[in-house]
């Protein structure tokens, strides 16, 4: 689609190429600006905020139990390497056979249920901590209470 430009004299045609440049570095700059933004969706850092989500994550464990079992992979060899690093054969075999058991039971919900009840326990410490410390005392100012001006 052509448009029909009346132009007159040499300074509208000068007015018009100007006009025509400006008009062609903006919508450049728009296609620049829009092409980096198409680009910026398929990073993976957006493509891992965008699908890894709790929701999403919770969605698969509810079909795989991803967690359970994670949980009784790991949960046997932390045990048997922090609490339990001094026992036997027979104790080491005993607690890796429980905590698998553990561990498969566990699921997404359970281990969030977790991390937030120990979340909160947490602030509730600390909230507690600031609680003492501003508890704010009474002044005295010497003033007797049946004054005029208290």
Not at 50 to 65: C, E, R
Not at 121 to 128: D, H, P, R, S
Not at 141 to 148: F, K, L
Request: proline share 3%; glycine share 8%.
């Amino acid at each position: 689609m052509r448009k029909k430009y009346n132009i007159r004299n040499l300074e509208e045609l000068h007015r018009e190429v100007l006009t025509l440049k400006v008009d062609y570095q903006l919508k450049g700059d728009l296609l620049a600006h829009d092409a980096k933004n198409y680009v910026k969706q398929f990073t993976p850092g957006n493509l891992f905020k965008k699908y890894v989500t709790g929701s999403n994550l919770l969605k698969a464990d509810d079909k795989l139990n991803l967690s359970g079992t994670l949980m009784s992979l790991f949960l046997p060899g932390l045990l048997n390497k922090t609490i339990f690093r001094g026992s036997g054969l027979i104790t080491k075999t005993v607690v890796s056979l429980v905590s698998g058991k553990l561990g498969k039971s566990l699921d997404a919900e359970h281990l969030t249920g977790a991390f937030n009840s120990a979340k909160n326990w947490v602030t509730g410490l600390i909230q507690g901590k600031d609680k003492k410390k501003k508890a704010v005392k009474f002044v005295d100012y010497g003033i007797p209470p049946d004054s005029e001006t208290y």
